[in-house]
């Protein structure tokens, strides 16, 4: 079982799913409801089957500033 992905961010808003993980794979997003944003961080890298899963899914990918 994967880490709470949420840890050490600061409160997200509504359907936004904030992750500090370094890596975002595709178990990290199976995690997730459909249709959420997942915040990561500005460093992150994200795979590619995590990114055509969340795709798939209506998983918005967006990075921190």
Known sequence: ???????????PAPGVVPCARSLISQQV?????????????????????ARDLAAARSIRITREV
């Open 29 to 49: 997003v199976q995690q997730l409801p459909n249709g959420v944003e997942l915040r990561v961080t500005a460093g992150a890298r994200v795979t590619a089957l």
């Open 1 to 11: 079982k994967l880490a709470n992905p949420a840890a050490a961010m600061p409160a």
